[in-house]
């Protein structure tokens, strides 16, 4: 088990934010989670669980314990795999392909743990991962105590869990287990992805050719955090009611959106941000990411602080311009 005090977290953040914590935790096998949730009862202090950091802006030092997940492995069995926590998501997805197992092409390439996927719901091209999570393991910080929560007790919903909610640093994830199929039936009708299938010539495409065409339009539209720090997609993209996207339709006729139901349309967050002149603004040393609107970039050297005011800025004139409220997707410490 890893046990590191006054710990810098700018390793564990993909905006790149220098941010310390008192303590540091990282457990590698069940045991070892348990152990951590004996320390964090007996600390009485507060505490954080965190995957890969893809979805957090820290904006200060973090006066307590930050815990992550180290897992490792992969089982499988029949369409069930069972993966380790601290398992790199993209890995993940790439090692289903290689097994012959699919309906996970369409997240390819979202960076962070497979614990993360769990807690956040993550979902790109008209899929979510609550589609194929079967449950999820999980040691209980109260009592010690491994339990197994099936999928569709964690009131998955639009980058929502249970996790995030009434869950939130009740669980450590030790594992999760999917429910993938030997056949693949590709997730076409989202986004590009067509376009991008015929411009390569493509009518009918494997599996590895579907999640090379993810990757290729993810790659052209997301920065390298590596190079220019972010946490990809940085707002939800809003449900409106029908008569809130008719109305807005009439104004704006080219405005794209996306059926929920009979109520409710979903309208791009990133399409309003550009509508507002965000894309490619800067605002100090936090800025909009030019070829993406809904994605918030550490310039250099920027500061938590700076990236919630850029935040609140371009909130601020959405909600001024459209009357549409835009929440983050990111987990704001």
């Given at each position: 088990m890893r046990d590191e005090r006054e710990y810098s977290l700018k390793q564990h953040n993909t905006f790149g934010i220098d941010a310390k914590c008192n303590r540091y935790l990282e457990y590698a096998d069940v045991e070892e989670a348990r152990r951590v949730a004996a320390i964090l009862r007996e600390a009485h202090e507060p505490y954080l669980v965190i995957g890969g950091g893809s979805n957090?802006?820290?904006?200060?030092?973090?006066?307590?314990?930050?815990?992550?997940?180290?897992?490792?492995?992969?089982?499988?069995?029949?369409?069930?795999?069972?993966?380790?926590?601290?398992?790199?998501?993209?890995?993940?997805?790439?090692?289903?392909?290689?097994?012959?197992?699919?309906?996970?092409?369409?997240?390819?390439?979202?960076?962070?743990?497979?614990?993360?996927?769990?807690?956040?719901?993550?979902?790109?091209?008209?899929?979510?991962?609550?589609?194929?999570?079967?449950?999820?393991?999980?040691?209980?910080?109260?009592?010690?105590?491994?339990?197994?929560?099936?999928?569709?007790?964690?009131?998955?919903?639009?980058?929502?869990?249970?996790?995030?909610?009434?869950?939130?640093?009740?669980?450590?994830?030790?594992?999760?287990?999917?429910?993938?199929?030997?056949?693949?039936?590709?997730?076409?009708?989202?986004?590009?992805?067509?376009?991008?299938?015929?411009?390569?010539?493509?009518?009918?495409?494997?599996?590895?050719?579907?999640?090379?065409?993810?990757?290729?339009?993810?790659?052209?539209?997301?920065?390298?955090?590596?190079v220019l720090g972010n946490a990809g997609s940085f707002f939800m993209n809003p449900v409106v009611s029908r008569a809130k996207y008719e109305e807005l339709a009439a104004q704006y006729p080219q405005m794209p959106h996306y059926y929920v139901d009979e109520e409710h349309e979903k309208i791009p967050a990133g399409w309003m941000i550009e509508q507002c002149g965000w894309k490619g603004r800067p605002l100090g040393r936090a800025g909009v990411y030019e070829k993406q609107a809904l994605i918030l970039v550490n310039r250099g050297g920027a500061t938590g602080a700076e990236i919630v005011a850029l935040c609140e800025a371009i909130r601020n004139d959405v909600q001024q311009k459209f009357g549409i409220d835009i929440r983050p997707e990111v987990n704001i410490i």
């Open positions: 957090l802006l820290l904006t200060r030092d973090f006066e307590g314990m930050v815990v992550r997940s180290a897992m490792q492995g992969m089982t499988v069995d029949g369409e069930r795999v069972r993966c380790g926590s601290g398992m790199e998501w993209d890995a993940v997805v790439e090692q289903f392909i290689a097994h012959g197992l699919y309906g996970a092409e369409n997240l390819s390439l979202i960076p962070g743990d497979v614990g993360a996927c769990a807690v956040q719901n993550i979902g790109a091209y008209g899929v979510e991962a609550k589609d194929i999570i079967e449950s999820v393991s999980a040691v209980e910080i109260a009592t010690g105590e491994l339990v197994q929560l099936a999928g569709e007790t964690c009131g998955y919903g639009y980058r929502q869990s249970r996790f995030k909610q009434e869950w939130c640093g009740r669980f450590l994830i030790t594992e999760v287990t999917f429910r993938l199929s030997r056949e693949f039936r590709p997730h076409l009708d989202y986004g590009n992805i067509r376009a991008e299938l015929e411009r390569q010539g493509i009518s009918q495409p494997t599996a590895r050719q579907l999640r090379d065409v993810i990757i290729a339009i993810r790659e052209a539209k997301l920065p390298d955090w590596h």
